[in-house]
T-cell receptor
Framework: QKEVEQNSGPLSVPEGAIASLNCTYSDRGSQSFFWYRQYSGKSPELIMSIYSNGDKEDGRFTAQLNKASQYVSLLIRDSQPSDSATYLCAVLPGGYIPTFGRGTSLIVHP | EAGVAQSPRYKIIEKRQSVAFWCNPISGHATLYWYQQILGQGPKLLIQFQNNGVVDDSQLPKDRFSAERLKGVDSTLKIQPAKLEDSAVYLC???????????FGPGTRLLVL
């Protein structure tokens, strides 16, 4: 059973701070990694995808991938109350069967 | 570009009844996924189609769940008979190809009483 682990939180940060979300995975053959945001009562929406080691930046979001250590993280700079949501890490192993973590709840307080 | 469509949005049924969900993926997307998301958990893959063929259904409870994707476009997921523990949101997603980004529909909220 392929595992994707996330701390369920909640992670509480003040407005303007950096929020750091982490995810570890068990399948070393994993090729593709995704971060989704899910607001309460809504469906997941893609924030970032990352495929190779290192950092990938998109606006206030930075995804970091370390395949040797089998973790992927998401940094949110200048956090806003509208960023309050559950963040889901999804991993696509070599067999292309996607596995999601249980998500980390982020609360950004004014 | 239209997104993934799902219906119904909400469904309430009694246990042992049957229910069916419908999904229309983004045009041109070859891969279609059905997920079950229980409150407080991440989406759990039930079945994955590549065009009209099943790629993976290892987590589909086949004694009560069935799914099909006719002509490689629309898909239906059926539960018969439903159990209390089937209460969840059923999400449909599609992607252009298997290793690419998935786009989710709005989901169907099922409550089994």
């Amino acid at each position: 059973q392929k595992e994707v682990e996330q701390n369920s939180g909640p992670l509480s940060v003040p407005e303007g701070a950096i929020a750091s979300l982490n995810c570890t995975y068990s399948d070393r053959g994993s090729q593709s990694f995704f971060w989704y945001r899910q607001y309460s009562g809504k469906s997941p929406e893609l924030i970032m995808s990352i495929y190779s080691n290192g950092d990938k930046e998109d606006g206030r979001f930075t995804a970091q991938l370390n395949k040797a250590s089998q973790y992927v993280s998401l940094l949110i700079r200048d956090s806003q109350p509208s960023d309050s949501a559950t963040y889901l890490c999804a991993v696509l192993p070599g067999g292309y069967i996607p596995t999601f973590g249980r998500g980390t709840s982020l609360i950004v307080h004014p | 570009e239209a997104g993934v469509a799902q219906s119904p949005r909400y469904k309430i049924i009694e246990k042992r009844q049957s229910v069916a969900f419908w999904c229309n993926p983004i045009s041109g997307h070859a891969t279609l996924y059905w997920y079950q998301q229980i409150l407080g958990q991440g989406p759990k893959l039930l079945i994955q189609f590549q065009n009209n063929g099943v790629v993976d259904d290892s987590q589909l409870p086949k004694d009560r769940f069935s799914a099909e994707r006719l002509k490689g476009v629309d898909s239906t997921l059926k539960i018969q008979p439903a159990k209390l523990e089937d209460s969840a949101v059923y999400l449909c997603a599609s992607s252009l190809v298997r290793q690419e980004t998935q786009y989710f529909g709005p989901g169907t909220r099922l409550l089994v009483l």
